[in-house]
């Protein structure tokens, strides 16, 4: 009788004790867990960008600039810029080179690339200009820059007339086939002076970009050159005169995104930004008026 007495209480207590752990078994969730924030998969970076400039030499240290000012902007965007003369970036556009943006310092070397410009203007029928894309991005000013010191005294382009007429001044060029050679032989033409005839008596040299000329002057290897007045500030030259709309017309620099571009897009936000406020304050700071 007492055997069975503590079987029964046994069996009581385990009966009790299994109710007691059924009790505490958690239901099993059929939700799907919502991904925090940590375990979520992180954006994939902007895809790196390489776009090449084609622009005037005159253009270097302000657009060097503003590429390094840009990077803020579009990060992932890298700028490869080519700097030389606006005829010899025309011909290598046409020859094919890769090219996204091209910013000439005359508009007769992107007319020559425009096919909307007229056959006198593009003989060739080139179709290298996006349409819609081009603007007068600059204005720029023909300067004659003298030596520190301007050893021959000239004050003006009056007298640099009459020292190139009696032999008595050397003038650095440009080339015919660039923008400041081209300007310069109007400034020529406005005085009635021969050019070939002041070339054969020596008084002038020539270099096939504008930054070739402002070395020449910066070197004394001349008594003056005919630059652009941003070449002759970025150098430290003075300025001896400027020449007027009437001696050579207006200094306009058009730009444009190319056809051949691979990111038009992309071309013409940096050239949106090349017209925009902050690189407008870097081209005026040196002497380029801004046409927006």
């Known amino acids: ?51 090449i400039v084609f622009a005037a030499a005159s253009m270097t240290e302000t657009l060097d600039q503003i590429i390094e000012q840009y990077r803020s902007v579009a990060p992932n965007v890298r700028i490869r810029p080519n700097y030389d003369s606006s005829g ?10 890769e090219v996204d943006l091209f910013i000439s310092a005359a508009p007769k070397q992107m007319n020559a690339l425009d ?36 050893p021959k005294g000239i004050t003006g382009y009056d007298a ?6 009696d032999g ?3 003038l650095a060029m440009g080339n015919g086939d660039v923008p400041v050679g081209q300007y310069t032989q109007k400034i020529l033409a406005y005085y009635e002076l021969d050019e070939a005839a002041l070339a054969d008596a020596g008084c002038l040299t020539y270099g096939s970009n504008v930054k070739e000329v402002t070395t020449q002057v ?8 005919i630059i652009y007045a941003t070449d002759a500030f970025s150098a430290g030259l003075a300025v001896a005169d ?32 090349l017209r925009g406020p902050e690189a407008s304050a870097v081209f005026a700071a040196v002497g380029f008026t801004p046409l927006g």
């Open 160 to 165: 640099l007339a009459e020292g190139l007429r």
């Open 168 to 170: 008595t001044v050397l």
């Open 88 to 97: 010899t970036l025309k011909t290598q556009i046409a020859e094919g080179a």
């Open 1 to 51: 009788m007492k055997r069975n007495f503590f079987f029964i209480l046994a069996l009581a207590l385990a009966m009790l004790l299994g109710l007691s752990g059924c009790g505490q078994t958690q239901p099993i969730s059929t939700e799907v867990p919502i991904e925090t924030k940590e375990s979520s998969v992180p954006e994939t970076p902007a895809e790196e960008i390489e776009l």
């Open 115 to 150: 096919a909307s410009a007229d056959a006198e203007q593009n003989p060739e029928g080139l179709d290298y200009v996006r349409q819609g894309s081009r603007v007068n991005l600059l204005e720029n000013k023909v300067a004659l820059a003298v030596p520190e010191g301007n």
């Open 242 to 273: 400027t020449a007027s709309a009437e001696m050579c017309g207006q200094v306009i620099y058009p730009a444009a995104v190319m056809t051949v571009s691979r990111h038009p897009e992309a071309a013409q936000a940096f050239l949106d930004y």
């Open 218 to 225: 910066s070197e004394a290897a001349v008594d003056c050159g």
